[in-house]
């Protein structure tokens, strides 16, 4: 779905979340300037019976009816459409940008008063507003809860859930009602509400609980061990809080219903009562702005922070492209190649096999020159001495003799395979293919020959060529786990990633305990964002084979990945503790560390790095970036400069060199960077919006919104959320909106 423009005008950007019934996606609507973003909820129905799709169709119009309604209210997302694809349904409701109320609540933090108090009456009087419509939420919870980044407001949204229909829809003939499937989060659940009776006041039970998560600082988890048998919250002893808040929110929580509020209005008017009795209510007031403020620059901060990281990304790997990191890593590419290069130094076939130690083999040359003096036209002394110079490593001697031995013989076989090792480990693979495909014309059921075949086809870059090759191997034996792998680097190779997975899983069913099977195909998951299943197969690999450094290096990239650094760094540190020459590990460690903001580690990595593999322009630009980080922008620019006399066409080394300079204050050279960084790679949208920046900075308004909307659309092409909100919340700032 990602990247898929749904009725010719939304184009899904991610998965927001999922449920048995359907996905959540951000999307961004492509019919609006700027390519405003919107919440599109998709509703799969769980039979496609004319019955069922009526029985959703009637739902969801009610609850699009519903939504409109509650829309009115300037704190609840707008329903922007309600649309049918396909037998699927879809609802699209505006997206509000901004931090839920779950990130500001930490555990171990306690809110003051006076913040809980504003909290509840932003939400209640949102709540008043629904009751009255003859909605209810039903699922009010901290997640729920969004700090609206444009002016701070609380805004609650979730109102158009698809889980509740998709369960009516499981019996046509469920009734239309508020009630639904049970939501997950008990800890803001009412009493009557787990038992499936869903009330107005079982959506201020829901805030309450929250106002005690708040004063208390305990999570939602911890939440629930309040409760004594009764199930009456006990929480005052863990909180400040005044008696008159207390006991307002002890009864927002009462699980008698009859004893707890009734509705929104009367618990407004109890706190508003408060508020009239304290002589300090205004410095109360005053306290709560100053919160709200610094909520809103700590937004404003984070925003600014990912910027930053912006500014210095580079381009980096699709499957390293995790938020917020600034780092490119190697690429994938090296993975493939190297899984594809193969030894030419295999055993030829020939009576010499036996015999070990360069003596025995050239008293043997010396034995086979005597006996073509003595019979000059004898083909199989000529074969004999060329398998002995084969296994001296003398390649170009053994070719001479294999010629001369299929000049004699022209049906040789061996002396045809022969040779064609001999080419192959001389590189000559075209000449090594012509020798394969002669024992193939003269065995066609010679499978090792069609894998030597293969494997040349594979130098020559012809991976087509090497697939068809190996598939006739495991023609001739279905039971070739070898040929399975092989045959899926291929494919991985051609891109045909799910021919590459097939491969590799075949290959694991003939031989369960093959590592180098499962370790490729953790690679092949690793680069289609499959991180988990990744870290699966590098586990079982490291399982069959411990003392295996690969698994490790490779697991340590799942876990960047997945953001778990303090794992990375232990299984890089594990494969290089197995092979100290894995500059890959020492790079990716070096990766974990930055964004541990453990820079000196990180430059000592990079530099370790840089020793195995100088050429790596890289490692050079993540060593910059670790410098730069640390302080020292003279350093990072120097080492943005080697990456750039390394690989000139490093478009990230350029961009990354830009930020320094226009850290540094120098913002002329800054857009010349930016500007060669573009024409290196015209779809880099960090070099649009770096470039956009200091373009406004220099008062070139109309260059700058050029800049940054191309940036925008080239962040929602490849579905970078977070650039492309960052981008258009520029434009708008520009243009003064």
Same mark, same amino acid.
């Given at each position: 779905?990602?990247?898929?423009?749904?009725?010719?005008?939304?184009?899904?950007? +991610?998965?927001?979340?999922?449920?048995?019934?359907?996905?959540?996606?951000?999307?961004?609507?492509?019919?609006?300037?700027?390519?405003?973003?919107?919440?599109?909820?998709?509703?799969?129905?769980?039979?496609?019976?004319?019955?069922?799709?009526?029985?959703?169709?009637?739902?969801?119009?009610?609850?699009?009816?519903?939504?409109? +309604?509650?829309?009115?209210?300037?704190?609840?997302?707008?329903?922007?459409?309600?649309?049918?694809?396909?037998?699927?349904?879809?609802?699209?409701?505006?997206?509000?940008?901004?931090?839920?109320?779950?990130?500001?609540?930490?555990?171990?933090?306690?809110?003051?008063?006076?913040?809980?108090?504003?909290?509840?009456?932003?939400?209640?009087?949102?709540?008043?507003? &629904?009751?009255?419509?003859?909605?209810?939420?039903?699922?009010?919870? $901290?997640?729920?809860?969004?700090?609206?980044?444009?002016?701070?407001?609380? &805004?609650?949204?979730?109102?158009? %859930?698809?889980?509740?229909?998709?369960?009516?829809?499981?019996?046509?003939?469920?009734? &239309?009602?508020?009630?639904?499937?049970?939501?997950?989060?008990?800890?803001?659940?009412?009493?009557?509400?787990?038992?499936?009776?869903?009330?107005?006041?079982?959506?201020?039970?829901?805030?309450?609980?929250?106002?005690?998560?708040?004063?208390?600082?305990?999570?939602?988890?911890?939440?629930?061990?309040?409760?004594?048998?009764?199930?009456?919250?006990?929480?005052?002893?863990?909180?400040?809080?005044?008696?008159?808040?207390?006991?307002?929110?002890?009864?927002?929580?009462? $699980?008698?219903?009859?004893?707890?509020?009734?509705?929104?209005?009367? #618990?407004?008017?109890?706190?508003?009562?408060?508020?009239?009795?304290?002589?300090?209510?205004?410095?109360?007031?005053?306290?709560?702005?100053?919160?709200?403020?610094?909520?809103?620059?700590?937004?404003?901060?984070?925003?600014?922070?990912?910027?930053?990281?912006?500014? #210095?990304?580079?381009?980096?790997?699709?499957?390293?492209?995790?938020?917020?990191? /600034?780092?490119?890593?190697?690429?994938?590419?090296?993975?493939?190649?190297?899984?594809? +290069?193969?030894?030419?130094?295999?055993? &030829?076939?020939?009576?010499?096999?036996?015999?070990?130690?360069?003596?025995?083999?050239?008293?043997?040359?010396?034995?086979?020159?005597?006996?073509?003096?003595?019979?000059?036209?004898?083909?199989?002394?000529?074969?004999?001495?060329?398998?002995?110079?084969?296994?001296?490593?003398?390649?170009?001697?053994?070719?001479?003799?294999?010629?001369?031995?299929?000049?004699?013989? $022209?049906?040789?076989?061996?002396?045809?395979?022969?040779?064609?090792?001999?080419?192959?480990?001389?590189?000559?693979?075209?000449?090594?293919?012509?020798?394969?495909?002669?024992?193939?014309?003269?065995?066609?059921?010679?499978?090792?020959?069609?894998?030597?075949?293969?494997?040349?086809? #594979?130098?020559?870059?012809?991976?087509?060529?090497?697939?068809?090759?190996?598939?006739?191997?495991?023609?001739?034996?279905?039971?070739?786990?070898?040929?399975?792998?092989?045959?899926?680097?291929?494919?991985?190779?051609?891109?045909?990633?799910?021919?590459?997975?097939?491969?590799?899983?075949?290959?694991?069913?003939?031989?369960?305990?093959?590592?180098?099977?499962?370790?490729?195909?953790?690679?092949?998951?690793?680069?289609?964002?499959?991180?988990?299943?990744?870290?699966?197969?590098?586990?079982?690999?490291?399982?069959?084979?411990?003392?295996?450094?690969?698994?490790?290096?490779?697991?340590?990239?799942?876990?960047?990945?997945?953001?778990?650094?303090?794992?990375?760094?232990?299984?890089?540190?594990?494969?290089?503790?197995?092979?100290?020459?894995?500059?890959?590990?020492?790079?990716?460690?070096?990766?974990?560390?930055?964004?541990?903001?453990?820079?000196?580690?990180?430059?000592?990595?990079?530099?370790?790095?840089?020793?195995?593999?100088?050429?790596?322009?890289?490692?050079?630009?993540?060593?910059?970036?670790?410098?730069?980080?640390?302080?020292?922008?003279?350093?990072?620019?120097?080492?943005?400069?080697?990456?750039?006399? /390394?690989?000139?066409?490093?478009?990230?080394?350029?961009?990354?060199?830009?930020?320094?300079?226009?850290?540094?204050?120098?913002?002329?050279?800054?857009?010349?960077?930016?500007?060669?960084?573009?024409?290196?790679?015209?779809?880099?949208?960090?070099?649009?919006?770096?470039?956009?920046?200091?373009?406004?900075?220099?008062?070139?308004?109309?260059?700058?919104?050029?800049?940054?909307?191309?940036?925008?659309?080239?962040?929602?092409? %490849?579905?970078?959320?977070?650039?492309?909100?960052?981008?258009?919340?520029?434009?708008?700032?520009?243009?003064?909106?």
């Amino acid at each position: 779905m990602i990247g898929q423009l749904l009725d010719r005008r939304y184009r899904i950007i +991610k998965v927001l979340g999922s449920n048995a019934f359907g996905k959540v996606y951000l999307a961004a609507d492509t019919h609006r300037p700027g390519y405003p973003q919107c919440v599109v909820k998709q509703l799969k129905p769980p039979s496609t019976q004319a019955r069922t799709l009526q029985v959703i169709h009637a739902l969801l119009k009610k609850k699009a009816e519903m939504l409109e +309604k509650l829309a009115k209210h300037e704190r609840i997302p707008q329903l922007l459409a309600f649309f049918e694809d396909n037998k699927e349904f879809y609802l699209v409701e505006e997206y509000i940008p901004g931090q839920s109320l779950a990130s500001e609540m930490m555990p171990g933090v306690c809110m003051s008063e006076e913040q809980v108090i504003r909290l509840l009456q932003e939400v209640l009087e949102i709540l008043e507003f &629904v009751h009255q419509q003859g909605a209810i939420h039903g699922h009010v919870k $901290p997640t729920n809860i969004i700090r609206r980044q444009s002016d701070g407001k609380l &805004v609650l949204i979730d109102f158009g %859930r698809i889980k509740e229909i998709g369960y009516q829809a499981i019996n046509a003939q469920a009734p &239309v009602s508020q009630e639904g499937a049970p939501i997950t989060s008990s800890a803001y659940r009412a009493p009557e509400q787990i038992r499936g009776n869903l009330l107005p006041s079982s959506d201020l039970y829901g805030l309450g609980a929250i106002a005690i998560q708040a004063l208390t600082g305990l999570t939602a988890e911890e939440l629930p061990t309040l409760n004594d048998g009764d199930r009456q919250v006990n929480w005052r002893d863990k909180a400040k809080v005044s008696a008159e808040l207390a006991d307002i929110i002890d009864k927002m929580v009462s $699980p008698d219903l009859p004893t707890r509020y009734q509705s929104a209005t009367e #618990v407004l008017a109890d706190l508003k009562k408060i508020q009239e009795s304290r002589i300090e209510s205004s410095a109360s007031r005053g306290a709560w702005q100053n919160s709200i403020t610094e909520t809103k620059t700590f937004w404003r901060e984070k925003i600014s922070q990912w910027r930053m990281n912006w500014l #210095v990304w580079a381009g980096v790997v699709a499957t390293l492209a995790v938020a917020g990191l /600034t780092f490119s890593l190697h690429e994938q590419i090296q993975y493939r190649v190297g899984n594809l +290069k193969y030894n030419g130094g295999e055993k &030829v076939i020939g009576n010499n096999e036996e015999q070990e130690g360069a003596e025995k083999r050239r008293g043997e040359v010396q034995d086979l020159k005597i006996a073509l003096q003595l019979k000059p036209n004898d083909a199989k002394s000529y074969y004999r001495r060329g398998n002995a110079k084969y296994d001296m490593g003398d390649y170009r001697g053994a070719i001479e003799d294999y010629t001369e031995a299929i000049r004699l013989s $022209p049906d040789h076989v061996n002396a045809y395979y022969n040779r064609g090792l001999a080419f192959y480990a001389l590189k000559e693979y075209r000449e090594a293919i012509k020798d394969f495909g002669q024992v193939i014309r003269l065995v066609p059921e010679d499978g090792e020959a069609y894998r030597k075949r293969a494997r040349a086809f #594979v130098e020559l870059g012809d991976y087509q060529g090497a697939i068809a090759d190996l598939t006739r191997v495991i023609q001739l034996n279905p039971n070739d786990a070898k040929a399975y792998i092989e045959r899926g680097n291929s494919r991985w190779a051609v891109e045909d990633s799910q021919g590459a997975i097939s491969d590799y899983t075949q290959a694991i069913r003939i031989q369960p305990d093959r590592s180098d099977a499962f370790v490729n195909r953790g690679k092949v998951r690793l680069a289609m964002g499959n991180y988990q299943s990744a870290l699966e197969d590098y586990s079982e690999a490291i399982r069959i084979n411990p003392a295996g450094a690969e698994a490790y290096s490779n697991r340590c990239e799942a876990y960047l990945n997945l953001g778990e650094y303090k794992k990375a760094i232990e299984d890089c540190t594990a494969a290089i503790g197995r092979n100290r020459n894995d500059a890959i590990a020492y790079s990716n460690r070096c990766f974990a560390a930055f964004n541990l903001r453990e820079y000196t580690k990180a430059i000592e990595d990079c530099t370790a790095a840089l020793g195995l593999d100088p050429n790596n322009s890289k490692a050079y630009r993540n060593r910059g970036l670790a410098r730069a980080a640390a302080g020292d922008l003279s350093g990072a620019i120097d080492d943005f400069s080697r990456a750039i006399r /390394t690989d000139p066409s490093d478009a990230g080394a350029y961009s990354n060199r830009a930020a320094a300079y226009s850290e540094l204050g120098d913002l002329g050279a800054a857009i010349e960077d930016y500007t060669r960084a573009i024409r290196i790679k015209p779809e880099h949208d960090g070099a649009y919006y770096g470039r956009g920046l200091i373009r406004a900075q220099l008062g070139d308004k109309n260059g700058a919104v050029e800049d940054l909307q191309k940036a925008s659309k080239l962040c929602l092409d %490849r579905g970078n959320t977070a650039c492309y909100n960052d981008a258009q919340a520029q434009v708008r700032k520009l243009q003064g909106q």
